[in-house]
């Protein structure tokens, strides 16, 4: 079984590595950040994605809502700041983005995969 993220920037790039047009959103909130020393969380990372999974739900391939899926299964399987960020900044919105039911099929077929 694949490490859940531990970090922001390594949830980025398990995001990036799903979803390579997302590349630029950690920088974009690394240059926001006002303190060299405070980090990015995991809530602002997936507020972006939100915004940019919404905009391009008709553009992603079946393999990449596929490994999505899995990583937000796997993911809120662990409590945590992972697990809340993922359910409070993603999945309680993808009905108001409208994109739950495209991305329905893929939480089930992951749930059954890690035994839900």
Known sequence: MKSLPKSSKELNDALV???????????????SVTYEKEE??????MREFTYFFGK???SFSEKQL??????????????GPLENA????????????KVNRKLARWLSKARAKHGA
Not at 17 to 31: H, K
Not at 40 to 45: D, E, G, Q, R, V
Request: charged letters at 25%; a negative charge.
């Open 17 to 31: 590595g799903i979803f390579p047009a997302f590349s630029g959103g950690f920088e974009e909130l690394a240059s």
């Open 40 to 45: 990015i969380s995991f809530h602002a990372l």
């Open 56 to 58: 391009g739900i008709d």
């Open 66 to 79: 596929e490994e999505l899926g899995d990583l937000l299964v796997r993911a809120t399987r662990s409590k």
């Open 86 to 97: 993922i359910d409070t900044c993603f999945l309680e919105h993808a009905k108001k983005i």
